[in-house]
């Protein structure tokens, strides 16, 4: 049975910095693509930072150069480094694996003073 855990969310000031995991049970994630999502209230689920196979990575310009996604293969982790934080940026992170056919519960990140 396959299954993702995200963890690493809580509370951070605007400006500051943050790391999410996610880490695999039942499926080796180097074997795979990852991708991370975030939902906030009321808004459709986004995309936040996509990380090919052979290590290639997408990020959209909203992310661009504030986000970087990175793999802990002997951990079957994948990690997702967030700095200078917005308010915008509030929402539950979610992981996905091998075309997103595979998703976590999630992890809540709230930016706030």
């Known amino acids: 049975q396959v299954e993702l855990v995200e963890s690493g969310g809580g509370l951070v000031q605007p400006g500051g910095s943050l790391r999410v995991s996610c880490t695999a049970s039942?499926?080796?994630?180097?074997?795979?693509?990852m991708t991370w999502y975030r939902q906030a209230p009321g808004k459709v689920r986004e995309l936040v930072a996509r990380?090919?196979?052979?290590?290639?990575?997408y990020y959209p310009d909203s992310i661009k150069g504030r986000f970087t996604v990175s793999r802990d293969n002997a951990k079957n982790t994948v990690h997702l480094q967030m700095t200078s934080l917005k308010p915008e940026d509030t929402a539950v992170y979610y992981c996905?694996?091998?075309?997103?056919?595979?998703w976590g519960r999630g992890t809540q990140v709230t930016v706030s003073s």
């Open positions: 039942g499926i080796v994630l180097s074997n795979y693509g």
């Open positions: 990380n090919g196979q052979s290590g290639e990575t």
């Open positions: 996905s694996a091998a075309g997103e056919i595979y």
